[in-house]
């Protein structure tokens, strides 16, 4: 049995809308918002960075508004954080959370590459772009949330996105074949930010 | 005499920019800002929603730009009230400018919901940007203004729009007529608006 | 030898973009961001005007993605003025960084003014988006930064670049020859600026 790319890539997809619209939900309940703030933060976070790319890439409307399944998927998550908020001072520990984060942020961040590299978006742009959906939607919470973004203060966090997307485009330039750069691109987004939180790595000029 | 719908909703669409420029004006006079920012902060509010609106379902120049009536009537009525500026202390009172503003909103949402599917947009989507079209300029302007956007953690309002815009779409899908579905979507969104400001309704979760 | 408007105005918008990008980085140092988050301050101030209006006008994609001689311009500032971060405390004094900020505002005014006719907008719209493109990037960069924009609040300066873009339309609507109009509607925009600057005026209302 063989599964084609695009299952994959939609797969990536919704599992890294699950898992962003899961942290934004936290973080808007975290500040006390109701639960309709909740649902906003969870669409935004697991959503924004892919709507924002879309605009810019000339694919309007964006695919959160063309095809429901993202939105209900992202509710739908919102719903379920709100529902288990009692559970929340227990589970999930800070450990699996980061790795999850971590893998959405690959996803997208390839996913992100891959289709502005189909709208015909040149090379430096598409890893710009791939970078975007994986840090837009945080970048749009903090602001809603009146907080200088977290990814503009501190530890390799785009930068992995930005490695990852730019190994798709670099693969792609090359011709290797689509699944091996995909995977390529994701893991070493993964790898790179795993490996920032577990050795405190950071790029120069923080405080 | 006969009035058209197209000539109902423009109305309303002009009438609701009025409603939320002159809203935007006092916010931004309130937090000591200069004359053009009164005027940025007008404009915003009023038209900020639509524009976004109009950008995710692939209608762009949005309206704002293109038809130059749109930012005339902000302008000139954040020019009025600043002219206005010493009777603000007496009058409107505070109950005037919430009914004012829940129309806004309704027409607003109801507008946007018609528009969005007037371009095709899906139901979900639809009633989505029916309430990004009323609840966006606010939160454009909370976010120029560097404050956690209002409607995310209060009361009952960006839900109102949503069901005024739902409202809409339901009523589109069992193609009931034209002009009675608008009027029963703003109406939903006025009562419900009016009715939780009145009996401190509160979606669970806020603080 | 004969240069013909379209370099002139290509000049301009990439000089443009360093001063902004070397602006935004500045910004962006002194809040104590890391590399990346200066890279992306630079970036933003340089091209996010740009890029909003070109989303507005239905350019989309934006030149800023479309053309990589603009992102590779910004983050090329943005990285040289890291480099000599140590030499800020001397140089450039705060007089060579003002008529650097006005020569780009109003190239940049002129610049989106000229874009925007020529996509067919109306005059008032075109105005409005040439001063969005002005100063569209500060704006968000002061978001960024959880902090009012300084446009909002301070003296005149988005006025200048309206006035800039202002003298653009007016002047392209006399059918006046295109290199002249470009160059009036700079100066305006340039010498609004700096006697602003040079004399504290301000407009009536701010505090």
């Known amino acids: 049995?063989?599964?084609?790319?695009?299952?994959?890539?939609?797969?990536?997809?919704?599992?890294?809308?699950?898992?962003?619209?899961?942290?934004?939900?936290?973080?808007?309940?975290?500040?006390?918002?109701?639960?309709?703030?909740?649902?906003?933060?969870?669409?935004?976070?697991?959503?924004?960075?892919?709507m924002i790319r879309d605009v810019l890439i000339g694919a309007a409307p964006p695919s959160a508004i063309r095809d429901w399944r993202y939105p209900v998927l992202a509710f739908l998550t919102g719903l379920g954080v709100f529902a288990c908020r009692r559970l929340l001072h227990v589970a999930p520990g800070g450990h699996v959370l980061a790795v999850l984060d971590a893998a959405g942020l690959s996803l997208f961040a390839v996913a992100g590459a891959e289709k502005a590299l189909s709208y015909g978006i040149g090379p430096l742009a598409a890893a710009l772009m791939g970078m975007l959906t994986g840090v837009g939607g945080g970048v749009m919470r903090d602001v809603?949330?009146?907080?200088?973004?977290?990814?503009?203060?501190?530890?390799?966090?785009?930068?992995?996105?930005?490695?990852?997307?730019?190994?798709?485009?670099?693969?792609?330039?090359?011709?290797?074949?689509?699944?091996?750069?995909?995977?390529?691109?994701?893991?070493?987004?993964?790898?790179?930010?795993?490996a920032a939180l577990r050795y405190g790595w950071r790029l120069p000029g923080g405080t």
């Open 144 to 194: 809603l949330l009146a907080r200088v973004p977290l990814i503009l203060v501190s530890d390799i966090y785009a930068t992995a996105a930005l490695a990852g997307a730019s190994v798709v485009v670099a693969g792609r330039r090359l011709a290797l074949p689509t699944g091996a750069v995909a995977g390529a691109g994701a893991l070493t987004c993964f790898c790179l930010r795993l």
């Open 1 to 50: 049995m063989r599964i084609g790319l695009g299952t994959v890539v939609l797969c990536a997809d919704l599992a890294g809308t699950v898992v962003f619209a899961a942290e934004g939900a936290m973080a808007a309940m975290m500040r006390g918002l109701d639960l309709f703030g909740i649902m906003v933060v969870a669409f935004v976070v697991a959503l924004g960075g892919g």
